[in-house]
């Protein structure tokens, strides 16, 4: 008999939830903005009313995507600025105590990787890095997704690249996230030309500033997968994010790049672009609830 669970993605700015069967995908899917400024526990409530409408006595249970970093117990520890009063909660509990229900809560990109394996590149040993208004990751593997002992394993986008560079979100200084993210090329390209871009511009332009843009964003890229390949042994590095709809011409040069810094045995890695269908995220938090994450 199929399975069905409630699937939900939490994004900065709307949030999905939708009625999902295990073989037939998304069978009922409703969106509604995230409004974040207005705390967590406002959120709770109208996902709940959402979830409410959608519930019948075949859901097995709810499978949470969201952002911030959250541990094993489903507490958010910690999340960016404009998520006000969403740290701390437990959101595994506050949805489980409403609707008498298991519930699974994971990281947004860790949702997207699930998603990934089921739906899209199936490899057991996968990395993905999401290079979006910031940096994810998530760690896929023997076909599991890894989280380490507190839940946020594959925070690759805090990886620092440059000792004491660039100031980044999380508190820290060169992170990955301020070299790699949409958000850092557009910054990068203003402070050389004193010229405000749009990324998908940069990487169309032939111009002197945009061609030193790219070609540094692809240098701190190809080390970046070349650090991933060498210290994981993955089937593919899957690049995923609002970035990677620029990356179809310099997929080559990535490969060539980053095979300056991979050791003899992970030459062979895959450096892909994620194919994926925008609904990846609550399919992979669903997916949590039909297998054991
Ligand atoms: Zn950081």
Same mark, same amino acid.
């Given at each position: 008999?199929?399975?069905?669970?409630?699937?939900?993605?939490?994004?900065?700015?709307?949030?999905?939830?939708?009625?999902?069967?295990?073989?037939?995908?998304?069978?009922?899917?409703?969106?509604?903005?995230?409004?974040?400024?207005?705390?967590?526990?406002?959120?709770?409530?109208?996902?709940?009313?959402?979830?409410?409408?959608?519930?019948?006595?075949?859901?097995?249970?709810?499978?949470?995507?969201?952002?911030?970093?959250?541990?094993?117990?489903?507490?958010? #520890?910690?999340?960016?600025?404009?998520?006000?009063?969403?740290?701390?909660?437990?959101?595994?509990?506050?949805?489980?105590?409403?609707?008498?229900?298991?519930?699974?809560?994971?990281?947004?990109?860790?949702?997207?990787?699930?998603?990934?394996?089921?739906?899209?590149?199936?490899?057991?040993?996968?990395?993905?890095?999401?290079?979006?208004?910031?940096?994810?990751?998530?760690?896929?593997?023997?076909?599991?997704?890894? #989280?380490?002992?507190?839940?946020?394993?594959?925070?690759?986008?805090?990886?620092?690249?440059?000792?004491?560079?660039?100031?980044?979100?999380?508190?820290?200084?060169?992170?990955?996230?301020?070299?790699?993210?949409?958000?850092?090329?557009?910054?990068?390209?203003?402070?050389?030309?004193?010229?405000?871009?749009?990324?998908?511009?940069?990487?169309?332009?032939?111009?002197?500033?945009?061609?030193?843009?790219?070609?540094?964003?692809?240098?701190?890229?190809?080390?970046?997968?070349?650090?991933?390949?060498?210290?994981?042994?993955?089937?593919?590095?899957?690049?995923?994010?609002?970035?990677?709809?620029?990356?179809?011409?310099?997929?080559?040069?990535?490969?060539? #790049?980053?095979?300056?810094?991979?050791?003899?045995?992970?030459?062979?890695?895959?450096?892909?672009?994620?194919?994926?269908?925008?609904?990846?995220?609550?399919?992979?938090?669903?997916?949590?609830?039909?297998?054991?994450?």
């Amino acid at each position: 008999m199929q399975k069905y669970a409630i699937g939900v993605d939490i994004g900065g700015t709307g949030m999905q939830i939708a009625y999902i069967g295990e073989n037939d995908g998304i069978i009922k899917k409703v969106q509604i903005p995230t409004e974040a400024k207005n705390g967590g526990a406002d959120i709770i409530e109208r996902l709940s009313i959402e979830i409410e409408n959608l519930l019948d006595e075949n859901i097995m249970g709810i499978g949470v995507g969201t952002a911030g970093q959250i541990d094993n117990e489903g507490v958010i #520890r910690s999340c960016t600025a404009n998520f006000k009063d969403w740290k701390g909660i437990n959101l595994k509990t506050e949805l489980e105590t409403r609707f008498n229900l298991p519930a699974q809560i994971v990281n947004d990109v860790q949702a997207m990787s699930l998603g990934e394996m089921i739906y899209g590149y199936s490899y057991p040993n996968m990395i993905s890095l999401a290079l979006g208004t910031g940096v994810g990751g998530a760690i896929i593997n023997n076909g599991k997704l890894y #989280r380490g002992t507190n839940g946020s394993a594959g925070e690759m986008g805090h990886a620092v690249l440059v000792p004491f560079g660039k100031e980044c979100p999380c508190g820290s200084q060169g992170c990955l996230e301020t070299y790699l993210s949409g958000t850092a090329i557009e910054k990068r390209y203003l402070e050389l030309s004193g010229e405000e871009k749009k990324g998908q511009i940069i990487f169309k332009q032939d111009d002197e500033y945009s061609k030193q843009v790219v070609d540094e964003f692809l240098d701190y890229l190809a080390i970046a997968v070349a650090n991933i390949a060498n210290t994981f042994a993955p089937d593919a590095v899957v690049l995923s994010g609002g970035v990677v709809g620029s990356l179809e011409p310099f997929m080559d040069d990535i490969r060539t #790049r980053s095979l300056q810094f991979t050791l003899e045995a992970n030459k062979e890695v895959k450096i892909l672009r994620s194919n994926l269908l925008s609904d990846a995220m609550i399919l992979g938090a669903a997916s949590t609830i039909f297998t054991e994450v």
